[in-house]
């Protein structure tokens, strides 16, 4: 166990940027707020549909309103779309098309992914004739001398912005130097779409990414937006034309966004959007409380104790595997689901190395939730993410095997 002196030590010394988290949630929760009262949103939205799901009026409203979230022009919210890796593929699917070419200005794509871009007679953009290139990044920022060469070299239709982090050690992306990206990419010529992977970063800072330039951005509803309510989906939103587009790969071509029902009903979608930017907040400042201690006791830590975070995860370098187990066990073991499971490393399908998740969460899978999972590899790096209630951080803090 870790002592509860150094906890509060660290969580008073952690008050000026704890104030600086609450004033941006505070902004994004009057936002959303403005947002439902624009579009009146009403008990009937929450009522469910059978069938086709024509004129469901709570899916169409619930896509009117991520959409005024975002600053955007059409989103798609959907318990139809399953994952995050779900939404980004649509979003790949929808608007390339054979002999095109995507380029991925943050380096390579999340485990996931993979299979999807390149994998052999799956149903991959690879088999479509479609190319994805990668450019890394460079001090953690982009490389714009090595992007402009790729613009000139590749022609891309698509530009490709993975926000978080993957299984790399960087920092997320802040959406000012997508903003700044983005400026570069227009200068230098490039009218495609502009892409971004949102998973983790949403309502994180003030502005989303599609209020600066980004056309099409994706996530999961089991992440920030769903606010540790929303029980399944994904969401899209961007401008109108690639958004009909990933709505047509969605369903289909002749029917696009005007079908698609869910029997269950919409409330927890509505309600999740509504808790997402104070939740994201109690998942920030936990993730920062775990950085800031686990730092004193020595550990490497990224983002740095007092580094305002750009999505909901924080990294801890354990340098050892038995050390990097326990750590994940001990998360397991201080969640509200399932804390009697050990868990242990496994082959989980679509990554590469063998990953130990501990995922204790009403929602299955759901990592706004407090969770930890790592690629079990040198040199043994924790991924942690969440939780829902600062509070529940504090005590699997002070509760943790190392």
Not at 21 to 40: C, D, G, R, S
Not at 81 to 98: F, K
Request: net charge negative.
């Amino acid at each position: 166990m870790i002592d509860e002196k150094l906890i509060d030590k660290c969580e008073t010394e952690l008050a000026d940027e704890f104030k600086i988290l609450e004033n941006t949630a505070l902004f994004n929760q009057e936002k959303v707020l403005n947002a439902f009262k624009k579009n009146k949103i009403a008990l009937r939205h929450f009522v469910g549909s059978s069938g086709y799901g024509y004129g469901d009026e709570g899916r169409d409203t619930l896509n009117r309103l991520f959409a005024d979230v975002f600053k955007a022009e059409a989103a798609i919210c959907s318990p139809n779309i399953v994952s995050g890796t779900h939404a980004l593929s649509l979003c790949l699917y929808g608007v390339l098309r054979p002999n095109d070419t995507a380029l991925s200005i943050s380096g390579g794509v999340y485990d996931t992914l993979n299979d999807v871009i390149k994998g052999e007679n799956n149903g991959s953009l690879k088999d479509f004739d479609i190319n994805f290139e990668c450019v890394d990044l460079k001090d953690g920022d982009f490389d714009y001398t090595a992007i402009k060469q790729k613009l000139s070299e590749l022609k891309p239709k698509m530009i490709y912005i993975q926000r978080s982090r993957g299984y790399e050690w960087r920092n997320a992306i802040s959406v000012s130097q997508i903003e700044k990206v983005v400026g570069f990419l227009r200068e230098n010529g490039f009218d495609g779409c502009i892409m971004l992977d949102n998973c983790y970063g949403e309502f994180t800072e003030k502005k989303e990414a599609t209020e600066i330039g980004v056309n099409l951005a994706a996530g999961s509803l089991i992440k920030n937006a769903g606010g540790g309510i929303a029980p399944t989906g994904g969401y899209v939103v961007g401008d109108k034309k690639y958004v009909d587009m990933v709505a047509n790969r969605l369903t289909a071509p002749s029917i696009g966004g005007e079908v698609g029902s869910y029997m269950f009903g919409y409330q927890y979608f509505y309600q999740g959007l509504f808790l997402a930017p104070h939740t994201v907040l109690q998942a920030l400042k936990g993730v920062m409380l775990f950085s800031k201690v686990l730092s004193e006791l020595g550990f490497k830590v990224s983002p740095a104790p007092h580094e305002i975070p750009r999505d909901i995860i924080t990294m801890i370098e354990f340098g050892d595997r038995e050390k990097l187990i326990s750590f994940i066990q001990s998360i397991q073991e201080n969640s509200p689901v399932d804390s009697n499971v050990r868990v242990l490393p496994w082959e989980m399908p679509g990554y590469n190395d063998p990953v130990i998740m501990a995922a204790g969460c009403f929602v299955q899978g759901a990592s706004i939730e407090l969770s930890a999972d790592a690629p079990v590899k040198p040199p043994f790096i924790a991924y942690l993410q969440g939780g829902i209630t600062y509070e529940h951080c504090k005590i699997a803090l002070k509760n943790l095997k190392l």
